[in-house]
């Protein structure tokens, strides 16, 4: 079992920064790690992932460029990177954990079977 707690959210203006943490309770190995966010009336969608031994990434595009996605060397914690925010990333963004056997990280909500809580972030213009 594998324990995902996120924080890092709250409310920033348009052209703002903010950056999320997910923190694994364990480290294991051939790990992927995923950001997803959910707007109201929207479906799941995956932003970021990332493989924590071959540490190759995925960017959805609504995001690539903006968003960022890395881990801390010797730490279970990713972060999300976000600056240049726009109000259609306000959503909740959730932290996902599955261990795969090869080095593609899937982007499927469906895939991963560890979920952290949760996090808002909200982007006025």
């Known amino acids: 079992q594998v324990q995902l707690v996120e924080s890092g959210g709250g409310s920033v203006q348009t052209g703002g920064s903010l950056r999320l943490s997910c923190g694994a309770s364990?480290?294991?190995?051939?790990?992927?790690m995923a950001w997803f966010r959910q707007a109201p009336g929207k479906e799941r969608e995956v932003i970021a992932t990332?493989?924590?031994?071959?540490?190759?990434?995925y960017y959805a595009d609504s995001v690539k460029g903006r968003f960022t996605i890395s881990q801390e060397n010797g730490k279970n914690t990713v972060y999300l990177q976000m600056n240049s925010l726009k109000p259609e990333d306000t959503a909740m963004y959730y932290c996902?954990?599955?261990?795969?056997?090869?080095?593609?990280?899937?982007?499927?909500?469906?895939?991963?079977?560890?979920w952290g809580q949760g996090t808002q972030v909200t982007v006025s213009s």
């Open positions: 990332i493989h924590n031994d071959a540490r190759t990434t």
């Open positions: 364990r480290y294991t190995y051939n790990r992927c």
């Open positions: 996902a954990a599955v261990i795969i056997g090869g080095w593609s990280c899937p982007r499927r909500t469906y895939d991963y079977n560890y």
